[in-house]
């Protein structure tokens, strides 16, 4: 059975970029446009990891992040950060709110991919 991976970004071509790479591994994709879509597809299913961009509207990663370790279905699913921002204090911050890893965007998809092989939940 394929892992679940769970993509937010505002951007749909960043969506697709990211959906097109994870898929062609191998692995399920749900995409959301931001923290409360997002949210709002929590539906119990387990979720191996989290691609989740920084600044979105509506609800920011952060707040998506807070949001989602207060469930218990996924308050220890690992959680990326696919961001242009590069500021310690908002890495920073990511981290304290429970994120993993960093990408900064533009990425390769090969690193991408690297990474979410080591995170990603069994």
Partial sequence: M??????????PSVRQVVSMALRGAGYDVVEASNGQDAAGKLDGR?????????????????????AIRTLPNYRFTPVIMLTTETA???????????????????????TMLDAVAK???P
């Fill in 88 to 110: 310690d204090d908002k890495k920073s911050r990511a981290r304290q709110a429970g994120a993993k890893a960093w990408l900064t965007k533009p990425f390769q998809p090969s």
């Fill in 119 to 121: 995170i990603c939940l």
């Fill in 46 to 66: 387990k979720l191996h990891l989290v691609i989740c961009d920084l600044n979105m509207p509506i609800m920011d990663g952060i707040g998506f992040l807070e």
């Fill in 2 to 11: 394929a892992k679940t991976i769970m993509i937010v970004d505002d951007a």
